[in-house]
């Protein structure tokens, strides 16, 4: 039963370009969800979140939609820089309140030059 | 501020054997939590910990095992280790509090390799 779904195993966008990166969920009862980057031998590293109660956040070259009716959240970045190349994993949180997050399986981003 | 570390780093198991994996968190944090994370299943929650009392539990079976101790510092333990539990072991500690957004600061992981 995997409640955070992400379907699209990898992506390739030029560097400049937008870099959109979906997730689905199923549990309409998470609070938060956020974003994470992990670059090989590294441990995941917070990116942006979003609460339940919002539809947009914005950190920068960073923003986190979600569509509650739809059940699905979506990361852009823009623009795309070679550095972004990483795996981003998309978590869900039952409440902001514990350790506890359900993670998608994870997109690997490339960004060519 | 030091980051969360996690040691050791890497090892190498036989099936059979049992490893224990240490943690220690960010100054202040008070919990603790531990992800497995293999290139078939992403990153799975195995439990959490705060005030060196377990109050998450994924689901992994019995041979997975942890503890906390007062100063926050957490161990997790794999009994009777199989091939299959061959994966990077990730820590996260989080600040709770009632203005928590869910987010961890993850360390670099063990990486377990059993033969």
């Known amino acids: 039963d995997q409640q955070v779904k992400q379907n699209s195993p990898s992506l390739s966008v030029q560097e400049g370009r937008i870099s959109i990166l979906n997730c689905d969920y199923t549990n309409s009862m998470f609070d938060y969800f956020l974003w994470y980057k992990k670059y090989p031998a590294e441990g995941p590293t917070f990116l942006i979140s979003?609460?339940?109660?919002?539809d947009k956040n914005e950190d920068g070259r960073f923003t986190v939609f979600l569509n509650k009716s739809a059940k699905h959240l979506s990361l852009h970045i823009v623009p795309s820089q070679p550095g972004d190349s990483a795996v981003y994993f998309c978590a869900a949180s039952p409440s902001g309140n514990t350790g506890k997050l359900i993670f998608g399986q994870g997109t690997t981003l490339q960004v060519k030059p | 501020k030091a980051g969360v570390t996690q040691t050791p780093r890497y090892l190498i198991k036989t099936r059979g054997q049992q490893v224990t994996l240490s943690c220690s968190p960010i100054?202040?944090?008070?919990?603790v939590s531990w992800y497995q994370q293999t290139p078939g299943q992403g990153l799975q929650f195995l439990f959490e910990y705060f005030s060196e009392t377990q109050r998450n539990k994924g689901n992994f079976p019995g041979r997975f095992s942890g503890r906390q101790f007062s100063n926050s510092r957490s161990e997790m333990n794999v009994s009777t280790l199989e091939l299959g539990d061959s994966a990077l072991y990730l820590c996260?500690?989080?600040?709770?509090?009632?203005?928590?957004?869910?987010?961890?600061?993850f360390g670099e992981g063990s990486r377990l390799t059993v033969l």
């Open positions: 100054s202040g944090h008070r919990s």
């Open positions: 996260a500690s989080s600040l709770v509090s009632a203005k928590s957004t869910g987010e961890l600061f």
């Open positions: 979003i609460s339940s109660i919002k």
